[in-house]
């Protein structure tokens, strides 16, 4: 059974970083894409970024390009998701996610359904 346990979240003030991990256990992950998503407070869940855990390709939303990185460790099963220049904006719980893709298809071209595992989510505060 999949299950993903994320952590690193905390309170941090803007312009700060912090490094989210996603311990990842009951697969080999080989044929899966790794997904973060958040949901601020009154709004719905959104796509941050996601990668083949195979290749490593990976996809970003676009409010978060240039300053969140997304990789993952093989040896470990984890996937770590880095966030730099951190805004107010950012303030949400944060979600890892698995689901399966196939060979052929981009990583860009998973939705939220796709994701079939997800964690328990850690909060991200951004003070002003």
């Known amino acids: 059974q999949v299950q993903l346990v994320e952590s690193g979240g905390g309170l941090v003030q803007a312009g700060g970083s912090l490094k989210l991990s996603c311990a990842a256990s009951g697969s080999t992950f080989r044929t899966y894409a790794m997904g973060w998503f958040r949901q601020a407070p009154g709004k719905e869940r959104e796509f941050v970024a996601a990668i083949r855990w195979s290749t490593g390709s990976t996809y970003y939303a676009d409010s978060v390009k240039g300053r969140f990185t997304i990789s993952r460790d093989n040896a470990k099963k984890t996937v770590y998701l880095q966030m730099n220049s951190l805004k107010p904006e950012d303030t949400a719980v944060y979600y890892c996610?698995?689901?399966?893709?196939?060979?052929?298809?981009?990583?860009?071209?998973?939705?939220?359904?796709?994701?079939?595992?997800w964690g328990q989510g850690t909060q991200v505060t951004v003070s002003s």
């Open positions: 996610a698995a689901g399966p893709i196939g060979e052929w298809r981009p990583v860009s071209a998973l939705r939220q359904y796709d994701y079939n595992h």
